[in-house]
């Protein structure tokens, strides 16, 4: 994509900044700040800046002043924007889909939800407020603690007319309800709830064109019931009606995770496949599934692979336990990589004692070691694995956790941040690759935690290691421009945060 097609640099000449190259920037004065409102905006994959969202001066007792400042991908600043608004005022997600950015807030003290829609000139086109129900609000608080960037809050782009958030709702049971937000008009905003059925249901986003939402809906009889049920929905993107409804069990008890845009209105669908009698709560998925959804919402070309070697893995443990799959990737080239995580239950002994006390503890908890990246040709078979040894860490368990399944424990594990994967980068190029990173305090001579990137560079798969010795209150790791990562140290004693690119070798 050409550079003079992306957002940010139509706001550099709009704004009549100088064109110049920076590697850091410092933002002193800050008065409080929390390092997850550093964040990246991309667009088709490609990162074409980042954002720093923080206080800067308390106005009263209950109100505050903000600033927005948005960089380019080299780290010039390219505008401020001031906000005023409560103390516990946050940004939650920054996202931009070629024509529009919207930015979602959340403010813990009235409880709502506030969507502020930009137009490429850099200028508001509107805002809108939504009030969280009491579930939303404390599922917000638990993703917000997690690190991981693949957590999402909700809110992904909808080709490029607008975007759609998924949120939490609770009437008499848990549901969903999904909020779309065109680029310019708030009267094509709506809202779609979840079927009024008994039991629970959430929703994640799959993929999105100019026309349709794909959906992985979840059902549950209960809360507590360990029963799910998988469903495919389409939606039209202009009024959120349903196209077509898919039971995944019918299908082959398929469970979508990823969707990859394609030619011709098309949609390929990526995820996991389980064995007919088979729980995805409890049991290990048995290999990998595609299909294509057409211009016609119809599923096509069907393929189907086990797993089998990647399951078995070839790490240095006897027992590799469970994997957690992270992401599908898809190249241009129609072929599939799958970034995981190996995982298993332990006991633990300090809930053991506890619980024997008579206290709430969980008797388990969870290992987690070696980072896996496996490549599949185009008919899903496996032909390449790489398992990188890590220090394995252990993440404690809620109460009850013994009776629960261990692919439940795993997203379980995802949600709190558990686990050290970070995020997945598809670099575009004559050669294109892909890198994969996570965090790795294995370094056995000075204990400084590492940060890993994998990389696929001419077919092989090779790793970097980027340390992260810092004097630093927080330290943060996240994707920028191709050939590097954004370093970001927030010095809480002298008021300032630093935003850096480091090149990696690969």
């Known amino acids: 994509m050409s550079s003079n097609k992306l957002f940010l640099v139509l706001l550099l000449l709009i704004f009549n900044q100088c064109i ?22 991309e667009h088709d994959g490609d990162v074409t800046g980042h ?5 800067t001066e308390k106005i009263d007792k209950k109100t505050y002043s903000y600033k927005l400042s948005i960089l380019n991908q080299d780290l010039l600043l390219i505008k401020n924007i001031e906000k005023i608004g409560s103390k516990s005022l946050v940004l939650l997600e920054c996202v931009y889909n070629g024509n529009a950015i919207l930015m979602k807030y959340l403010d813990r003290s009235t409880k709502e939800f506030e969507f502020e829609i930009y137009d490429s ?4 086109s509107y805002s809108k ?6 579930f939303e609000l404390e599922s917000i ?12 809050i909700g809110l992904s782009p909808v080709g490029s007319i607008g975007f759609v958030d998924i949120g939490l709702t609770k009437h008499k049971d848990y549901k969903y309800e999904v909020r779309f937000f065109d680029n310019k008009d708030i009267n094509k905003h709506w809202v ?9 249901e959430s929703a994640n986003f799959i993929a999105a064109n100019n026309n349709k939402i794909v959906l992985s809906v979840a059902k549950r009889p209960s809360l507590m019931s360990t029963k799910q049920l998988f469903f495919t929905k389409v939606l039209d993107a202009k009024n959120g009606e349903i196209l077509k409804e898919y039971d995944n069990i019918e299908l082959g008890n398929y469970q979508f995770i990823n969707g990859f845009l394609l030619e011709n209105n098309e949609i390929n669908l990526i995820g996991n496949y389980f064995k007919k009698d088979d729980s995805p709560t409890k049991d290990h998925p048995a290999g990998i599934v595609s299909y294509t959804l057409s211009e016609n919402n119809e599923l096509i070309n069907k393929k189907k692979s086990t797993f089998g070697r990647l399951l078995r893995g070839t790490s240095k443990n006897e027992n590799p336990g469970h994997l957690h799959f992270h992401d599908f990737i898809r190249t241009d080239s129609n072929r599939i990589y799958v970034v995981g995580e190996y995982y298993k239950k332990k006991a633990d002994g300090f809930g053991i004692a506890a619980a024997a006390l008579g206290n709430a503890a969980s008797v388990v908890k969870l290992s987690i070691y070696d980072f896996v990246v496996a490549e599949l040709n185009e008919d899903l078979k496996v032909e390449k694995i790489k398992i990188f040894d890590k220090e394995s860490h252990s993440v404690t368990l809620p109460p009850g956790a013994l009776m629960a399944g261990s692919a439940l424990l795993g997203n379980y594990v995802k949600l709190v941040g558990g686990f050290d994967y970070r995020y997945t980068q598809i ?15 294995s370094d056995e001579k000075d204990k400084v935690p590492k940060f890993k990137i994998v990389s696929n560079i001419d077919g092989v798969f090779t790793e970097d290691a980027v340390s992260l010795k810092t004097d630093a209150t927080e330290i943060m790791v996240s994707k920028a421009k191709a050939g590097h990562i954004l370093i970001t140290e927030y010095f809480k004693k002298e008021k300032k945060m630093t935003l850096r690119l480091e090149k990696i070798n690969i």
């Open 20 to 41: 110049g190259y920076s590697q850091s920037e410092t933002f002193d004065d800050i008065l409080n700040v929390q390092i997850r409102n550093v964040g990246t905006i």
């Open 51 to 55: 954002y720093i969202f923080y206080k």
């Open 121 to 124: 000139k850099g200028e508001l």
């Open 129 to 134: 407020k939504i009030k969280l129900t009491s």
């Open 141 to 152: 608080s638990k993703l917000q603690n997690s690190e991981t960037e693949l957590v999402s």
């Open 192 to 200: 779609v709830e979840s079927a009024n059925t008994k039991g629970t």
């Open 427 to 441: 670099i575009k190029s004559d050669n294109p690759y892909f890198i994969s990173t996570y965090f790795d305090e």
